[in-house]
T-cell receptor
C-alpha cells in the first residue's frame, strides 16, 4: 500500500475562500511533499516540508506537519479559479521513490 | 526549476502494436528516473525505477516484459508498452529528482489503445 494517503476529499469552494486538505502517512519520513496536477497534465511541485519543520509558507500556500500524528495539511488562502486542480501529498520511500496519496480534487467557483 | 520533458503527449495505437514514450531530463543529470501510471480520477501508481546503465527495478505486479524500460543515458529514459491492449490505455508520467529533493515531472502521455 502507498504511504501519504490523505483523506479522500473533493472540495468545491467559492473564489476568495480558503481551501484546506489533509494528508496522513504511515512510516517515518525525511520530508513530505505536496504536488498539484491540472487535469490531464503532469504534476507540479508546490512545497516540501522536512521532518524537523512544523510549518512552511510559500505565497498563498501554508503547509503544516505533525510527525507525532503522521499528518500534514495544505492550506490555500484566498483561492482563485486557477487553483482548480488535484492536490497530492507524497512521501519518499527507499531509493528516492515517491509514494502518493489519493489526492484531493479542488474546484474553485468564480 | 529543473525541466523534464516527456514525449509524446498523446498517442493512439492499434491493439498488438508497441508504443515508446520518452522522458528527458533537460537540465540535470538523472541517474534515476521514475515511471508512473495514473487511472482517471485516481492517484499515481509507481510502476518502476529506471536506473542509468542498469536494469530497471519494477514494482510488485508490474509486468517487466509488458513495460520495457531503458535508461541509456543520464538524460533519457524510455518506456515501451509492448503488444499494447485496450487495458493498457492510461496516463503515463515520468519524473526525475535529485536525492531527497522535489521531483520534476514530465507532462504525461495519454495512451489510447484501440
Amino acid at each position: 500500500s502507498q504511504q501519504g494517503e490523505e483523506d479522500p476529499q473533493a472540495l468545491s469552494i467559492q473564489e476568495g475562500e480558503n481551501a484546506t486538505m489533509n494528508c496522513s502517512y504511515k512510516t517515518s519520513i525525511n520530508n513530505l511533499q505536496w504536488y498539484r496536477q491540472n487535469s490531464g497534465r503532469g504534476l507540479v511541485h508546490l512545497i516540501l516540508i522536512r521532518s524537523n519543520e512544523r510549518e512552511k509558507h510559500s505565497g498563498r500556500l501554508r503547509v503544516t506537519l505533525d510527525t507525532s500524528k503522521k499528518s500534514s495539511s495544505l492550506l490555500i488562502t484566498a483561492s482563485r479559479a486557477a487553483d482548480t486542480a488535484s492536490y497530492f501529498c507524497a512521501t519518499v520511500r527507499g531509493n528516492n521513490r515517491l509514494a502518493f496519496g489519493k489526492g484531493n480534487q479542488v474546484v474553485v467557483i468564480p | 526549476g529543473a525541466v523534464v520533458s516527456q514525449h509524446p503527449s498523446r498517442v493512439i495505437c492499434k491493439s498488438g502494436t508497441s508504443v515508446k514514450i520518452e522522458c528527458r531530463s533537460l537540465d540535470f543529470q538523472a541517474t534515476t528516473m521514475f515511471w508512473y501510471r495514473q487511472f482517471p480520477k485516481k492517484s499515481l501508481m509507481l510502476m518502476a525505477t529506471s536506473n542509468e546503465g542498469s536494469k530497471a527495478t519494477y514494482e510488485q505486479g508490474v509486468e517487466k516484459d509488458k513495460f520495457l524500460i531503458n535508461h541509456a543515458s543520464l538524460t533519457l529514459s524510455t518506456l515501451t508498452v509492448t503488444s499494447a491492449h485496450p487495458e493498457d490505455s492510461s496516463f503515463y508520467i515520468c519524473s526525475a529528482s535529485r536525492l531527497n529533493t522535489e521531483a520534476f515531472f514530465g507532462q504525461g502521455t495519454r495512451l489510447t489503445v484501440v
